[in-house]
């Protein structure tokens, strides 16, 4: 194998490396690509060019792996591409004594099963029990579960 070849898989074997570590981790696919193809490359160094070359190869390219991952977490590459808004959400946090069943209310959004209520002049996020129901409609709790409360149209 020549040594643009072995040059080749190294590089590129970097570059799934790079991108396990900074842009898709967890899914270890890509990183087991890289690093297998990095070592199929040394393993080639080996075996078509003697020991020598193999070991400056080996050498080279966990210098070349160290040196572009400081330079890739230094520069802060990564924070390109990852997600920098703040999730805002969260789970309706209230007192069971606040909402009960036979408790009534308005859709505020569309039920699909799942939007937006107003009940006891608090806003919570509620289940339709069967269908979709449409906004502005009157609506009933029927249950009241752990954090999440099931409703019905009034009208049913």
Do not use: C
Not at 51 to 65: E, N, P
Not at 70 to 95: P, Q, R
């Amino acid at each position: 194998m020549g040594w643009l070849v072995i040059v080749t898989l190294i590089v590129v074997g970097l570059i799934f490396l790079l991108l396990e570590i900074l842009v898709v981790p967890g899914t270890t696919v890509v990183g087991v690509v890289g690093a297998a193809m990095m070592g199929f490359a040394i393993f080639s160094a080996y075996n078509d060019h003697g020991s020598a070359a193999g070991t400056y190869t080996l050498a080279g390219t966990l210098v070349l792996t160290i040196s572009a991952l400081a330079l890739a977490l230094k520069s802060n590459t990564w924070k390109k591409a990852m997600l920098g808004s703040e999730v805002s959400g969260k789970v309706n946090i209230f007192e069971a004594e606040r909402v009960k069943p036979g408790d009534e209310g308005i859709a505020i959004t569309r039920l699909n099963p799942m939007g937006k209520a107003l009940i006891n002049e608090e806003y919570y996020e509620v289940t339709s029990k069967d269908n979709l129901i449409s906004q502005n409609t009157e609506i009933v709790v029927t249950k009241v579960d752990g954090n999440k409360i099931i409703v019905k149209s009034k009208s049913e």
